[in-house]
């Protein structure tokens, strides 16, 4: 969690020494640190599910799911603290109507699911536990979905190579977060195990 606070207020601080605390410096310090809270929130979302479809390689990714977690509602602050100072700078609220309600909600999420991690409070709401893990998370998904998947259309029209590096592989992951969810669920639950390439055991039957 340190390192991720650590590693966004870098961000921020590279990127505001260098371009200046106006509007400009502000926008690209946002843009920039969503990404890299995105990076953790990514991890914690998917990586149990990599590690149901491939195997031991990914066990690492699935056992420190809370932790990315934690860094991902750690890191998103930064991000926060630099759409709250625009606010400021610019003297209206950043964002309006529907895209505003929508960061608030995921913004609600993040820091409810955070909260709920400690202790035994996410333990003491039984059989809603998953259901509200997994409706929190897939709205901070849609959330972050809903810049990055029309950013890489965008791409298709400017056909500008900064602009693929700057949404393309995070819409990606987004696109495919939810598919590596559902195929590690259907994996367990019908045991969909893969086909082994080793020779079969001969029993006494084939004998």
Same mark, same amino acid.
């Given at each position: 969690?340190?390192? !991720?606070?650590?590693? +966004? *207020? &870098?961000? @921020?601080? =590279?990127?505001?020494?260098?371009? /200046?605390?106006?509007?400009?410096?502000?926008?690209?310090?946002?843009?920039?640190?969503?990404?890299?809270?995105?990076?953790?929130?990514?991890?914690?979302?998917?990586?149990?599910?990599?590690?149901?479809l491939f195997g031991p390689a990914f066990a690492g990714l699935?056992?420190? !799911?809370?932790?990315? +977690? *934690? &860094?991902? @509602?750690? =890191?998103?602050?930064?991000?926060? /603290?630099?759409?709250?100072?625009?606010?400021?700078?610019?003297?209206?609220?950043?964002?309006?109507?529907?895209?505003?309600?929508?960061?608030?909600?995921?913004?609600?999420?993040?820091?409810?699911?955070?909260?709920?991690?400690?202790?035994?409070?996410?333990?003491?709401?039984?059989?809603?536990?998953?259901?509200?893990?997994?409706?929190?998370?897939?709205?901070?998904?849609?959330?972050?979905?809903?810049?990055?998947?029309?950013?890489?259309?965008?791409?298709?029209?400017?056909?500008?190579?900064?602009?693929?590096?700057?949404?393309?592989?995070?819409?990606?992951?987004?696109?495919?977060?939810?598919?590596?969810?559902?195929?590690?669920?259907?994996?367990?639950?019908?045991?969909?195990?893969?086909?082994?390439?080793?020779?079969?055991?001969?029993?006494?039957?084939?004998?």
């Amino acid at each position: 969690m340190i390192g !991720a606070l650590g590693g +966004g *207020l &870098a961000i @921020a601080v =590279a990127v505001l020494a260098g371009y /200046g605390t106006g509007p400009d410096g502000l926008r690209l310090g946002i843009f920039l640190t969503a990404r890299w809270a995105f990076f953790f929130f990514w991890l914690s979302y998917a990586g149990g599910a990599m590690a149901i479809l491939f195997g031991p390689a990914f066990a690492g990714l699935a056992r420190r !799911a809370r932790v990315f +977690g *934690l &860094a991902f @509602a750690t =890191a998103i602050q930064v991000h926060i /603290g630099l759409v709250i100072w625009l606010g400021v700078v610019i003297g209206q609220i950043p964002l309006q109507g529907g895209v505003l309600w929508l960061f608030l909600v995921a913004l609600f999420f993040a820091d409810l699911l955070a909260l709920l991690s400690f202790g035994t409070a996410m333990r003491n709401l039984g059989r809603l536990r998953w259901p509200l893990l997994f409706l929190g998370t897939t709205y901070i998904l849609y959330a972050f979905g809903t810049d990055f998947v029309p950013g890489a259309l965008a791409y298709q029209t400017t056909q500008h190579w900064l602009s693929a590096a700057e949404y393309v592989p995070f819409a990606l992951l987004s696109l495919i977060a939810i598919p590596l969810r559902l195929a590690a669920f259907l994996r367990q639950r019908f045991e969909l195990l893969p086909v082994s390439t080793k020779p079969a055991k001969r029993t006494l039957i084939d004998r």
